[in-house]
């Protein structure tokens, strides 16, 4: 099926469920969901809605917001937190399901105080395949994903954004700060922001892709493999 082909069928599909509340996190995914949408619906007819917790780093959160007025997205943000305390003592491997159920409820509460229809996030094609129990846990609550039901894939993705001049067609993917503690250790706020401060000022260095590890008293750090001399040259 050839791309123009998709997106008549993603229309079709954004049509016969709107208006809609689009779990929107100001990653390229979502981001394109939401511009594609408006076009097709018009403003009236959509919310792009952020939950806003301690696991979504500052700089990602003021960076969807700027996005979303760049591209002219109706935004609202929501502050709460997904995971209740035993699960953040706990930190259990299938935490990204708990994760997702914790803001489907953020979510279901906008929808229908505004009436929307359905709740729709920016699960792609490619995820299919993998294991994803956070898509799975939205699946389970009624929360759809167009582009699944399109048949476009990430790079379908990234090919639409790119040929529309949108500037986010290469933003590299991002996950929440809980993914960097590993399971069974205690998630606290004074490590979240351990882990923040890390990736900011490697950010600050240059690096396009930053992830710091939590260990314990040892951190980890994940850069793409072409960075790795700003890292060696800090060093000096």
Partial sequence: MST???????????????PLLIAYSGGVDSSLLAVLAKEALGPDNIQCTLVDGPE???????AAVKLAE???????VLTGTPFSDELKR?????????CKLGIFKILETARKKYHYNYIADGANASDSGENRPGIDAFSSCGVIHPFIMAGITKQDIRTI????????WNKPSSACLYSRIPYGDEITEEKLRMIEKGEDILSGLGISQPRVRHH???????VP???????????N
Avoid: Q, W, Y
């Fill in 90 to 98: 706990t930190n259990p491997s299938d935490r990204c399901r708990f």
């Fill in 216 to 222: 314990g008293t040892i951190a980890r750090l994940e």
């Fill in 4 to 18: 123009s082909e998709k997106l008549n069928n993603l229309t079709e599909i954004l049509r016969s469920h709107a």
């Fill in 225 to 235: 493999p072409d960075e790795m001399e700003i890292i060696f040259s800090a060093r």
């Fill in 56 to 62: 979504v780093p500052r700089s990602l959160f003021h």
């Fill in 161 to 168: 954004s790119k040929e529309l001049g949108l500037s986010f």
């Fill in 70 to 76: 760049d591209n002219g997205l109706p935004l609202t």
